[in-house]
């Protein structure tokens, strides 16, 4: 029999136990456990198996070694055996071979396919989420600080999880589980935040499929942390995962192009090897370049924008806050007006589309002056400008400036303590305790 013979039915040989074990367990311990597996060659009376790492190796052997022996037994014979290797592994085994191969001890060919053998996509390109993230990307959610980068992954995360329109209005056309790592938010503030997703939308939030990774730190610049998340990944089968913020999971620096192509390349490979898309929360510079695409504003090394297919960008102009798309291989979308609709009734805070008419309306006019004059109207006391600055969460200049026109107009009085409306002025007003 000629090699490639051998070599076919040996692979036919796996196929058959693969297929006896599907019929030994759960259907969704075989898609985790064993649908992974790898058919990497036989030795002798040994056939070879390749898994993702030596994480999913150990878990594969202590609990799955007696379904997987017994399919053997029954399909191979007893005197058959079966050895799992990792990647590394596989990768020396088959090294090993193609020099003995090619008779050079030391070059090893390059893996080469005629282009018709790639993998052909079902379609050209798809969307994840129609506009905003393309099929299986890996990309960039962006923006300054309190944009609302995490409102909108969060929001993003609940529509893949069920399938309903994220911020309203764009269709999602890939639903699955979510996986989520979130290294700056408390577990309640993230709980109460995906509940109020929930929601709005009218779902179930005991059955929504967004799966959160609660350990205390992920180093994705550390090999072991690497292939933990890359086990986690091959368990859960997540169609999206999410990463926020970027800065939480390494410890390289940003501006170094080789590291932060390593840490790149992983996340590529991972793409690629599980199909899952993946979204990274980070921050814009803080003073980016006027005349320079959206995606060059992104804090650190540009090997960041060159490795994303797909960049949503969280920009503010005055008050209005906006939502850009930039895709490789789609056209771009937006800018759309968004907003942070405050808490009402049993409804937390959300990201929202502003509608039409109110997009063309503003914001022509600052309405700065507006919420500070709400903000006094419910004091009970002065109050100062840090304060205003804090409690809205707008620069000290602008604050100053809204605060000297209202003066100028008489709508507000100034005392030594802050500030006041100008019908409180003459007021008795409550002093600290």
Same mark, same amino acid.
Request: glycine residues 8%; aromatic residues 6%.
């Given at each position: 029999?000629?090699?490639?013979?051998?070599?076919?039915?040996?692979?036919?040989?796996?196929?058959?136990?693969?297929?006896?074990?599907?019929?030994?367990?759960?259907?969704?311990?075989?898609?985790?456990?064993?649908?992974?597996?790898?058919?990497?060659?036989?030795?002798?009376?040994?056939?070879?198996?390749?898994?993702?790492?030596?994480?999913?190796?150990?878990?594969?052997?202590?609990?799955?070694?007696?379904?997987?022996?017994?399919?053997?037994?029954?399909?191979?014979?007893?005197?058959?055996?079966?050895?799992?290797?990792?990647?590394?592994?596989?990768?020396?085994?088959?090294?090993?071979?193609?020099?003995?191969?090619?008779?050079?001890?030391?070059?090893?060919?390059?893996?080469?396919?005629?282009?018709?053998?790639?993998?052909?996509?079902?379609?050209?390109?798809?969307?994840?989420?129609?506009?905003?993230?393309?099929?299986?990307?890996?990309?960039?959610?962006?923006?300054?600080?309190?944009?609302?980068?995490?409102?909108?992954?969060?929001?993003?995360?609940?529509?893949?999880?069920?399938?309903?329109?994220?911020?309203?209005?764009?269709?999602?056309?890939?639903?699955?589980?979510?996986?989520?790592?979130?290294?700056?938010?408390?577990? &309640? !503030? $993230?709980?109460?935040? #995906?509940? +109020? *997703?929930? %929601?709005?939308?009218?779902?179930?939030? /005991?059955?929504?499929?967004?799966?959160?990774?609660?350990?205390?730190?992920?180093?994705?610049?550390?090999?072991?942390?690497?292939?933990?998340?890359?086990?986690?990944?091959?368990?859960?089968?997540?169609?999206?995962?999410?990463?926020?913020?970027?800065?939480?999971?390494?410890?390289?620096?940003?501006?170094?192009?080789?590291?932060? &192509? !390593? $840490?790149?390349?992983? #996340?590529? +490979? *991972?793409? %690629?090897?599980?199909?899952?898309?993946? /979204?990274?929360?980070?921050?814009?510079?803080?003073?980016?370049?006027?005349?320079?695409?959206?995606?060059?504003?992104?804090?650190?090394?540009?090997?960041?924008?060159?490795?994303?297919?797909?960049?949503?960008?969280?920009?503010?102009?005055?008050?209005?806050?906006?939502?850009?798309?930039?895709?490789?291989?789609?056209?771009?979308?937006?800018?759309?007006?968004?907003? #942070?609709?405050?808490?009402?009734?049993?409804?937390?805070?959300?990201?929202?589309?502003?509608?039409?008419?109110?997009?063309?309306?503003?914001?022509?006019?600052?309405?700065?002056?507006?919420?500070?004059?709400?903000?006094?109207?419910?004091?009970?006391?002065?109050?100062?400008?840090?304060?205003?600055?804090?409690?809205?969460?707008?620069?000290?200049?602008?604050?100053?400036?809204?605060?000297?026109?209202?003066?100028?107009?008489?709508?507000?009085?100034?005392?030594?303590?802050?500030?006041?409306?100008?019908?409180?002025?003459?007021?008795?007003?409550?002093?600290?305790?």
């Amino acid at each position: 029999m000629s090699e490639d013979k051998h070599r076919s039915a040996d692979a036919d040989l796996w196929t058959r136990i693969l297929a006896r074990i599907a019929e030994i367990v759960s259907p969704g311990c075989f898609d985790t456990w064993f649908r992974p597996l790898a058919f990497a060659g036989r030795e002798g009376s040994t056939l070879l198996l390749n898994v993702p790492n030596e994480t999913f190796r150990k878990w594969l052997l202590d609990t799955y070694s007696e379904p997987l022996r017994q399919a053997v037994t029954q399909i191979a014979g007893p005197h058959f055996e079966v050895r799992i290797l990792t990647d590394n592994a596989a990768e020396r085994s088959h090294s090993r071979n193609a020099c003995e191969q090619t008779g050079n001890g030391t070059s090893v060919p390059l893996p080469v396919v005629r282009a018709s053998a790639l993998h052909a996509p079902a379609q050209p390109q798809t969307w994840l989420v129609e506009q905003l993230w393309t099929n299986g990307a890996v990309g960039v959610i962006g923006g300054s600080p309190k944009s609302g980068k995490s409102w909108l992954a969060l929001d993003m995360a609940v529509s893949i999880a069920s399938g309903t329109q994220c911020l309203g209005a764009f269709p999602v056309h890939a639903s699955g589980p979510v996986l989520l790592y979130a290294a700056e938010d408390s577990a &309640a !503030a $993230l709980r109460a935040r #995906l509940e +109020t *997703l929930s %929601r709005i939308r009218q779902l179930d939030f /005991a059955s929504l499929d967004v799966r959160v990774i609660t350990a205390e730190s992920l180093r994705l610049d550390r090999i072991e942390d690497q292939d933990r998340l890359k086990a986690t990944v091959f368990v859960h089968h997540p169609v999206l995962l999410v990463l926020d913020p970027l800065v939480r999971v390494h410890a390289i620096d940003e501006n170094v192009a080789g590291q932060v &192509a !390593a $840490l790149l390349g992983y #996340l590529r +490979t *991972l793409q %690629r090897k599980t199909g899952v898309a993946v /979204a990274l929360i980070h921050h814009l510079r803080k003073n980016p370049s006027p005349s320079g695409g959206a995606g060059y504003s992104l804090r650190g090394s540009s090997d960041l924008y060159a490795w994303l297919d797909s960049f949503l960008c969280l920009r503010k102009h005055h008050d209005q806050l906006t939502l850009s798309a930039e895709h490789r291989s789609a056209q771009g979308a937006g800018p759309f007006p968004l907003e #942070l609709a405050q808490p009402s009734g049993d409804t937390g805070a959300h990201l929202r589309l502003v509608s039409t008419d109110r997009a063309e309306a503003g914001p022509k006019e600052d309405a700065l002056p507006g919420r500070i004059l709400q903000r006094l109207s419910g004091a009970t006391e002065p109050i100062t400008v840090e304060a205003l600055r804090n409690g809205l969460q707008v620069r000290n200049q602008r604050v100053v400036a809204a605060l000297r026109q209202l003066l100028s107009q008489g709508a507000i009085q100034r005392l030594p303590r802050g500030y006041v409306l100008a019908a409180q002025s003459s007021l008795p007003l409550m002093k600290h305790s």
